[in-house]
C-alpha cells in the first residue's frame, strides 16, 4: 500500500555535481562553510547561505526569499537541469569504511505519512517542524531526500542491480570520501513494476528525517485546503525520498555524556547504580558492551561495566527495552535528575567507532563528569517501536548512510 512516484529531478551536471552536492548545511562549523564557498562557486551552501553574498547573516522569511533567489540563479547559469521526463533514480554509495548502500530515490507520498503507512519512531519538534514547512512553502524545492527503509525485495533488488550495469549518469568522490553514484529508471513498465512492489507492502519506515517528512506533511495539509480544485496529483502531495533495504541500513548508536553526578559523591553515585546494576570496575582498560542491555561506563580515570539486574526492571513494551531508554529510566532522570533530554545541557551525545576516547578525553579534561557507552539499536527495534507507536529518546540512533544536498532536488 505504499505509493512512491516518478518525478522530474532538478540535477546537477554531470561534469559538476560534485562540487555541488553538500553535507546538510547544520554538520559545518562556520570556517568549514566559508572556506567551501570562498573556494568552490557551485557548492549547494551557496544556495542555503545566501547572505554570503552580501557578507551579512540572513534570517528568516528574508532568508528563505533569497534561497529562492540563489536557487533559480543556479538553474539560469545552468548549473541546475530539470529532467525531461519523470523517473526514478537509483542511487549507490560506497562509504570510507567500504560499507554499500543500495536504493531508489523517488517521490512519496504524504497522504501515506498522515495514514501511518510510512511509519516514524521519533518525536519532532513542532516548532521545527513549522519553521521547516514555511521554508519549503518559500523556496518551492527540497534538495535532501528523506531516508526510508522497506522490507528486502528480491524485484526491486534485481531491478537494481540491473540498473547499475550501465554506465552511471552520476559518479563521483566527496571530500570525506564517500563515492556516489546515481543511474535513471525512466522505462514505464520498469516504474510500474517497483510501483506494483511497493504497493504489497503494509508500511514502510523514516530512519533518518522525521522533521523533514513532517514538514512536507504540513505542507501538504496547507495547500491542500488553499486548493478548491485538489485532486491528489500536485506535487504537494509528495515529499522526495531515498528508499533503501532494511539489510542496508546501518544503525551505530550514541554515548552520553553527564557534567555532573547531581551533587552526589561518586561511592554515593555507584551504591544508587547497584540498586539496578551489577557493576564491575574495569580499570583503565576501555570496556565497550557487546550485549543489549550491558553498558559501559567511564568515571573519575576509571571504565565499569554496569549489566542490567532484570529482576528489577520490567518490559513492557518494546520501546523500555532499547538501551537508550533503559539508559533514561534506570540512571538519568531518577539518580542524575536529567529529565528532557533534547534540552537539558548537562547532556552531550557522541558517537562514532572511537566514542570511548572521546568519553574519556571529555572526562578527564573535567569537562563532563561521567560517560555511558552502549550497543546500538537494531533495525528490527526500530520497527517495533514504530509499530507500537512509541518513539525512541532523542538522540537513540545514528543512521547510515548519511544523505547529500543538491544532488535530485524535488520542486513543490
Known amino acids: 500500500m505504499a505509493k512512491i512516484i516518478p518525478f522530474k ?62 536557487y533559480l540563479e543556479f538553474k539560469e547559469d545552468g548549473i541546475f537541469i530539470t529532467d525531461k521526463k519523470a523517473s526514478l533514480y537509483v542511487y549507490k554509495i560506497v562509504n570510507r569504511h567500504k560499507q554499500v548502500f543500495n536504493g531508489i530515490i523517488a517521490a512519496t507520498s504524504a497522504e501515506d505519512y498522515e495514514n501511518d503507512i510510512i511509519k516514524k519512531h521519533e518525536e519532532t519538534i513542532a516548532k521545527r517542524e513549522q519553521t521547516f514547512k514555511n521554508y519549503l ?17 528480491n524485484i526491486i533488488s534485481d531491478i537494481i542491480i540491473d540498473a547499475q550495469k550501465a554506465h552511471a549518469e552520476f559518479e563521483f568522490t566527496m571530500t570525506y570520501r564517500d563515492t556516489h553514484y546515481l543511474w535513471k529508471i525512466d522505462n514505464e513498465d520498469t516504474i510500474a513494476t517497483i510501483q506494483e512492489e511497493f504497493n ?29 480544485n485538489h485532486d491528489g496529483t500536485e506535487s504537494y502531495n509528495f515529499f522526495m525520498s531515498y528508499l533503501i533495504p532494511e539489510s542496508d541500513l546501518v544503525i551505530q548508536e550514541f554515548s552520553r555524556l553527564i557534567k555532573d553526578l547531581n551533587g552526589l559523591t561518586k561511592e554515593a553515585f555507584l551504591i544508587k547504580l547497584d540498586t539496578n546494576f551489577r557493576i564491575e ?7 565497550h558492551p557487546s550485549k543489549p542491555h550491558h553498558f559501559s561506563m567511564y568515571l573519575d580515570g576509571e571504565f565499569y561495566s554496569l549489566y542490567l539486574r532484570k529482576t528489577n526492571y520490567e518490559f513492557n513494551t518494546a520501546l523500555d527495552k532499547l538501551d537508550a531508554q533503559l539508559l533514561y529510566k534506570t540512571i538519568l532522570k531518577p539518580i542524575l535528575g536529567i529529565d528532557d533530554l533534547r534540552n537539558d545541557n548537562r547532556i552531550e551525545y557522541v558517537h562514532g567507532k572511537h566514542e570511548m576516547i572521546t568519553i574519556k578525553s571529555s572526562v578527564d579534561s573535567g569537562e563532563f563528569k561521567v560517560g555511558f557507552g552502549m550497543c546500538p539499536a537494531t533495525v528490527q527495534q526500530m520497527k517495533e517501536i514504530a509499530d507500537e507507536g512509541l518513539k525512541m529518546p532523542p538522540k537513540s540512533t545514528y543512521i547510515l548512510p548519511k544523505l547529500r544536498s543538491g544532488i535530485t532536488i524535488y520542486e513543490y
Open 9 to 70: 529531478a532538478v540535477k546537477p551536471t554531470r561534469a559538476i555535481v560534485g562540487l555541488v552536492a553538500a553535507r546538510p548545511y547544520q554538520s559545518y562549523t562556520i570556517d568549514e562553510r566559508e572556506s567551501r564557498m570562498d573556494y568552490n562557486p557551485y557548492s549547494f551552501l551557496h544556495i542555503v547561505n545566501p547572505g554570503y553574498k552580501y557578507s551579512q547573516e540572513v534570517t528568516g522569511n528574508e532568508r528563505y526569499k533569497l534561497v529562492r533567489n540563489r
Open 137 to 153: 512553502h518559500t523556496v518551492g524545492f527540497n534538495a535532501e531526500p528523506v531516508l526510508l527503509t522497506y522490507p528486502d525485495n
Open 200 to 228: 504489497k507492502m503494509e508500511t514502510i519506515y523514516i530512519a533518518d528525517g522525521h522533521h523533514r517528512s513532517a514538514s512536507s506533511f504540513l505542507l501538504y495539509k496547507e495547500e491542500k485546503e488553499k486548493n478548491a
Open 281 to 287: 570496575n574495569r580499570g583503565t582498560v576501555p570496556y
